[in-house]
């Protein structure tokens, strides 16, 4: 304010001078620039204030676009970080097996994935540009505590840059010899700089929510300490399933996509079989991503156990609902593609398959059923009355955690028998030991179920701590037996069985595409489901319990309001996926239509009487 008032001083002074003379110009520019001084003197004293702790932008506000960029950039990541697993593994099937069509499909399973890199690396620098311009005081507490992993990650990204530039340039010139081990190996690097790129940020994000500080020791020894927070491990198991999961159903909407639009023959049966590989990833990565997030919860829980409540029972338990519903839509999705594929690639296995197909639809129908009733119900003081409470007498009793286990693995395991279901049809066995074996994977099945059932009824009477400690464990370990148990029996089976339908590619119906695009969808809005709960499980803490927020912004905010940025995300990230894959695939339809003749001929070139220049040519 003395600024102020000491230029409005001047001013006065400078106007009477000038006045004399009729200078009406030069009292125009000196009230201009008093109008300047106000910021002038302003910034001065904020200056003299402290270093920035925040800054805000108009409208859609700092919180929301850095969630938003942030959002977006671990989607393209986790696609970028898983699609290299399983396309370095289906070029080691086709090296070692000699099957080309393997080769062929991880290349374009890599062709997708360069064509999302550079998008990828673009978010992320985007994202790291409105951090450290919003949160400069917390970037600058990071930095303080990570530097060393900084350069480490630095380092790691110009590895696999690098990497995958050989793998995939090098992809036609490696393909025979020695060459085509480089290139295996090339690929294993890839993967292996991949996997370390993914687990380094993470120990950012987690120190987040559950930090380990030291004062002592150097550099290196404070950051590897916060490195070694406690949800560190499960976050780098629960995001590599998460990322295959993600790569192999997009992976998969993509050839479900390119299925409803190719004409030529031989592509819907390439385009088909590469839908029921994306498929069959993704089922194999979410047969697994349940354990892996339950290991999460159990670590935040011991972490803190008011972190743990506010997820699983406070403002964030409808989250869950929203969740139960989107994996089971994606269980849903997943088994009807199978049945698709039992009934349409396998003629003559419908009626054979038919009524199991119902029993697994019933089934599912009803632990989905289960797993999405709320523990609490939203109701006025009427019902609440009626009701007795804000449990319903009937239907709370299903809202508990050892009901929602229960569930969600029995539809683990209904979803693997659809596959094993899938994988036998067509076949008949010839094997000695058929039928022992048969009945032993049926009684390990059964045993299994009622295991479950058991321990998840039993949970109902025993204290939280023996059920989470001891029950679910249980539960878990022994869908894990079951899956471990038949997977390899059926495969002995399966070396001697005759072939009694060939699986015929290309034949399934349209919505066998649309099923592929809804399950990808389904994991995308996952996605962005649970990175709003890992969030907001810090509440108002910046770092829980070390760095309070203190700006505009240090609230959770309300699921209608969430759901909304959620939505955004996905529809976004949808239409860059569908950019991205549409600019890879632009070659390759120039030279489909060069191939077919649809093309035109180069500008200056007539054509030549008597045939095509090529027929010419020949003859």
């Known amino acids: 304010m003395s600024a102020i008032r000491q230029g409005i001083g001047t001013i006065q002074l400078a106007l009477r001078a000038v006045s004399g003379h009729g200078g009406w110009l030069a009292g125009l520019l000196l009230t201009a620039v008093w109008l300047a001084l106000p910021s002038i003197g302003v910034a001065a004293e904020g200056t003299a204030t ?45 090296w070692r097996g000699g099957e080309k069509r393997y080769d062929k499909l991880a290349k374009e399973f890599t062709k997708l994935l360069t064509s999302a890199y550079a998008t990828t690396a673009l978010f992320g620098g985007i994202l790291l540009f409105l951090l450290v311009a919003f949160y400069p005081k917390l970037m600058n507490y990071l930095t ?71 004062s002592e020791g150097t550099a290196i020894e404070r950051a590897w300490a916060a490195t070694w927070n406690p949800t560190w491990w499960p976050i780098n198991i629960h995001r590599l399933i998460a990322n295959v999961v993600l790569g192999g159903y997009i992976c998969g909407a993509y050839a479900g996509v ?20 994306g498929n069959f990833i993704g089922v194999f990565g979410l047969l697994a991503l349940p354990f892996a997030g339950y290991w999460l919860m159990r670590e935040i829980y011991q972490y ?43 003629p003559g296995s419908e009626g054979k398959y038919r009524r ?29 009355q009626k009701m007795g409470g804000a449990h ?25 028998m659809s596959f094993v279901m899938y994988w036998r049809a067509g076949k008949q066995d010839t094997a000695g030991w058929a039928k022992l ?82 399950n990808a969808v389904m994991v995308i809005l996952l ?30 905010p309300a699921l209608g309001s969430a759901s909304l940025i959620m939505a955004f995300c996905t529809f976004f990230f949808c239409i860059l996926v569908a950019f991205i894959f549409w600019v890879a695939t632009m070659g390759d339809k120039t030279k489909a239509a060069a191939a077919s003749g649809k093309g035109e001929l180069p500008h200056g070139i007539p054509a030549m009487a008597g045939g095509a220049p090529e027929e010419r040519q020949q003859g």
């Open 50 to 94: 402290g270093p920035t702790e925040y800054r805000d932008i108009p409208y859609i506000g700092s919180r929301n676009l850095v969630w938003i960029v942030a959002q977006l950039h671990l989607l393209l990541a986790g696609f970028v970080l898983g699609v290299p697993i399983f396309a370095w593994l289906c070029e080691v099937i086709a």
């Open 144 to 214: 303080d505590v990570f530097f060393p992993s900084f350069l480490l990650y630095c380092l790691l990204f110009l590895l696999e840059t690098a990497t995958l530039y050989l793998y995939w340039y090098g992809w036609d010139a490696m393909q025979y010899g020695k060459l085509k081990t480089l290139h295996v190996v090339l690929g294993f690097l890839l993967n292996f700089f991949a996997l370390f790129i993914m687990i380094v940020p993470n120990a950012w994000a987690t120190f987040q929510s559950s930090p380990v500080v030291i």
């Open 258 to 277: 390119r299925y409803l639009s190719v004409k030529n023959p031989e592509e819907r049966e390439h385009y088909d079989w590469m839908g029921y590989v």
């Open 304 to 346: 803190n156990q008011q972190m743990g409540i506010t997820l699983m029972g406070g403002f964030l338990s409808w989250l869950f609902i929203i969740q139960a519903m989107l994996i089971g839509v994606l269980f849903l999705g997943s088994n009807y593609y199978f049945w698709l594929g039992i009934t349409y690639r396998i």
């Open 356 to 384: 199991a197909m119902l029993m697994m639809l019933v089934s599912l129908l009803l632990c989905l059923a289960v797993w999405m009733t709320p523990h609490s119900l939203v109701a006025s003081i009427e019902e609440a």
């Open 392 to 416: 319903h007498p009937l239907l709370g009793v299903l809202g508990v955690m050892s009901a929602k286990m229960t569930v969600s693995n029995l539809m683990i395991l209904i979803t693997f």
């Open 437 to 518: 074996g048969k009945a032993v994977m049926g009684a390990v099945l059964v045993l299994a179920s009622l295991a479950v059932i058991v321990l998840g009824v039993w949970g109902y009477f025993v204290p939280a701590i023996v059920r989470i400690n001891y029950f679910s464990t249980s539960q878990v370990l022994i869908v894990i037996f079951v899956i471990l148990t038949i997977t390899p029996l059926t495969a002995l089976l399966l070396k001697s069985a005759k072939t009694t339908t060939e699986m015929v590619w290309g034949s399934m119906p349209p919505r066998a595409g649309y099923a592929l695009v809804l």
């Open 527 to 556: 996605m962005t489901l649970m990175g709003y709960a890992r969030s907001s499980s810090r509440v108002h803490w910046h770092v829980y319990g070390v760095m309070r927020d203190s700006s505009p912004y240090a609230y959770s």
